[in-house]
């Protein structure tokens, strides 16, 4: 089994920064891809940025283009997402996942972390 563990949450004043990590441990081997989603209270879990954990290729929603970085040190199987110049729109629930060989989707997840932007 993989497990995926999500830390770094808090609360912080917009304009702010934090840093969200994704510690995975198991049979990590099996995973090709981890992504960072998001849900806001009523609203859907939506996708906001994934890396391969190969090549390291990326994605981002437009929301946060410019402003988050997705990055992976895979030595310690740990993906970063490096959040700058945080809005009140971007508080929510944020999740790792992880997409392994021959799933069609992300098919594991970690517990979540509250990110709140308020001041």
């Known amino acids: 089994q993989l497990q995926l563990v999500e830390s770094g949450g808090g609360l912080v004043q917009p304009g702010g920064s934090l840093r969200l990590s994704c510690a995975a441990s198991g049979f990590t081997r099996t995973y090709y891809a981890i992504g960072w989603f998001r849900q806001a209270p009523g609203k859907e879990r939506e996708a906001v940025s994934c890396?391969?954990?190969?090549?390291?290729?990326?994605y981002y929603t437009d929301a946060v283009k410019g402003r988050f970085t997705i990055s992976r040190d895979k030595a310690n199987k740990t993906v970063y997402l490096q959040m700058n110049h945080l809005k009140p729109e971007d508080t929510a629930v944020y999740y790792c996942a992880a997409r392994t060989i021959g799933a069609t989707g992300y098919d594991y997840w970690g517990q979540g972390t509250q990110v709140t932007v308020s001041s």
């Open positions: 890396i391969s954990v190969s090549d390291g290729n990326t």
